[in-house]
């Protein structure tokens, strides 16, 4: 089954990095997932992945994420290198 690009791997340590694959042979150095609120650098119990979403042409992967207790949601941008 062929991959589908473009795409997010996170890091097995509770999501702490990532990185960005556009194809096979494009894929962006590890970057810092933002987070709102972190304990011993995961994410903290009160907050949810709320997903996230790839703007290929602005090369910018946006962010969300839902606090479990008041529903807030908080997003966050981080740009990829060409």
């Known amino acids: 089954m062929p991959s589908r690009y473009p795409v997010v ?3 097995p340590n509770g999501g702490a990095t990532f990185v ?14 933002p987070m709102p609120e972190t304990h011993d650098g995961h994410l903290a119990a009160d907050w949810r992945w709320g997903g996230h979403q790839i703007d290929q042409q602005g090369r ?4 969300t994420f839902v606090n479990r207790r008041s529903n807030e949601a908080w997003t966050a941008d981080v740009a990829f290198p060409q």
Request: no cysteine; aromatic share 10%; proline share 5%.
């Open 9 to 11: 791997v996170f890091a």
């Open 20 to 33: 960005v694959h556009l194809s096979a042979t494009d894929v962006s150095r590890a970057l810092p997932t």
């Open 60 to 63: 910018v992967v946006h962010f």
